[in-house]
């Protein structure tokens, strides 16, 4: 019942009937000609196609266990469903729509969109992935009557995404592969959402970790993509985009990787191209960045935490300030818990890396990070990787996410995820990163008690409300407020407290009283540089 859409352009699709949902899987938006070359909008015909939007579409090509990766890092698994993975065919959307007194909207209805951008490092990730399911999110909309339309994308990863060089560029192929399938994501819904009840003119982009950066590179550009932001533990304060000849070096290292250096061009590319799926996931070598690239055209420039937290005109064109009329800004408690499986197995001894890299960076101003945050070459593994690691929320995360409120000169709300982690694991009781992710989608309430499901409902529901232009706190400004979630072992769902580093809000002012003397952007260049190795 309520699965069929007739749609004046695609055709007849047919969706999968969910508990007050209808789910349009693995709807194509864009096509590709091979794998690096740039995506185009789907075109479709007289509007009497068929379409089965009964499966999930393949995924971008991800390296082995990453999905098993991101269970870990929120220390619960879930089902898995049938998934598969395609170089060419993984441009697709999962459309989740809201029965509304039992039927299908209409494009009379023009209901909220939200698409969802998933993280990842920008290496790995699927709308497929039963985490980022989000029918659940939906249908809590339509229950609270605040219903709306929830699109889950595919964006090429890794190699594919963001493996560029001059060369590859002269040769027709663009860089920035993945940012450019996002826009055109965008793109299909401002043309094709209104027959699914969606309106075009309503859309909310909502992205975590990488895909929140990736939010923040949207807002180079001149067409306006959408109305409203959330940033979900991620910015480009904290993943920032490659200057233009690193991205040489990498190229170079893969031509190399391959035995193609004495290859003539075409046979480079051709090489590229036949590589199979399983060597394209695992094609740069460990320790080189494939990362959206400053190229002057999708992103135009690095901003630092100086102009991103000011209201004025930023050097680097900045035309989504305009376009985007509002924001929504968060982190969560422990953030840099992510970090323990990006440094690998250089936690053994991190202690005493930590402080020899930070003493070669800051030189005379080490001594003051060390000591606030309690850090000493003589820690355990174990203890020093935390403390390190809260040091890393404050500059990667925390202070990135009051960087961007303060400086957003539309309206900007902010709020503090502290619902500590409930399930066994490396950081259990801590608020670590992907767990807003688990919260927000509802998809793990069946593993939370009831004051965790309370924190869960409330979380989704203010985003909700944000999606429909109804926030429930004030907006970041003279009294720096924000909405705070947990913990709920202390009895806590959710208030609005009022100063970036009250003590309710869970935030201490550590970082920003180092900043004093030493500047945020060179102790992010600090935290950079240790994870780089130096």
Known sequence: MGAHLKHQKLGHIQGKQGDGVVQFLGIKYATVKDRFAGSELVEYGSGESVIDATNLGPMAIN???????????????????????????????????????????????????????????????????????????????????????????????????????????????PSNNGLRDQINAFRWVGTYISDFGGDPKNVTFIGESAGSASGNLLLHSKEPLFKRYISMSGTSLMLQPLPPFLPEIVYSA??????????????????????????????????????????????????????VSSKEPPSVSLPGRTWCEEVLVGDCQFDASIFKFMLGPRVTGVSKTFCES????????????????????????????????????????????????????????????????????????????????????????????????????????????????????????????????????????SDYVEGVTANASGRKDTVYELAKDIGLDNLAGAWGAFLTGK
Do not use: C
């Open 254 to 307: 893969v031509i190399k990787s391959l035995d193609a250096e004495d290859l003539s061009l075409e046979e480079r590319i051709k090489k590229l191209l036949d590589l199979p799926n399983d060597k394209l996931a695992i094609l740069v070598p460990p320790g080189l960045p494939l990362l959206p690239v400053v190229d002057n055209d999708i992103i135009l420039g690095n901003l630092n935490f100086a102009q």
């Open 63 to 173: 390296p082995p266990g990453g999905l098993e990766n991101e269970f870990g890092f929120i220390q619960k698994s879930l089902p898995i469903p049938k998934l598969t993975s395609s170089d060419i065919d993984m441009l697709n959307l999962i459309i989740n729509v809201p029965l509304v007194g039992s039927k299908l909207p209409t494009p009379k209805s023009k209901l909220p969109v939200f698409l969802f951008v998933h993280g990842g490092g920008f290496g790995v990730g699927s709308n497929a992935w039963p985490q980022n399911d989000l029918a659940k999110i939906v249908k809590l909309s339509a229950d609270m009557g605040l219903p709306v339309i929830g699109v889950g994308i595919n964006y090429r990863l890794g190699a594919a995404g963001f493996l560029t060089s001059e060369e590859l560029r002269k040769a027709g192929y």
């Open 358 to 493: 930070i003493n070669k960076t800051l030189r005379d101003n080490s001594k003051k990070v060390l000591q606030a945050y309690d850090i000493t070459p003589d820690l355990s593994d174990d203890e020093g990787l935390y403390k390190i690691l809260k040091f890393t929320t404050d500059i990667s995360f925390f202070a990135p996410a009051i960087a961007l409120a303060k400086g957003w000169p539309g309206k900007a709300y902010v709020y503090h995820f502290n619902e500590p982690n409930p399930w066994d694991g490396a950081w259990k009781g801590e608020a670590g990163h992907v767990l807003d992710v688990a919260y927000l989608f509802q998809n793990y309430n069946d593993f939370l008690d009831e004051a965790q499901r309370q924190v869960a409902v409330q979380f989704a529901g203010d985003f909700i409300k944000f999606m429909n232009g109804k926030v429930g706190w004030p907006a970041f400004g003279a009294k720096e407020g924000a909405q705070v979630y947990g913990p709920s072992g202390k009895g806590f769902t």
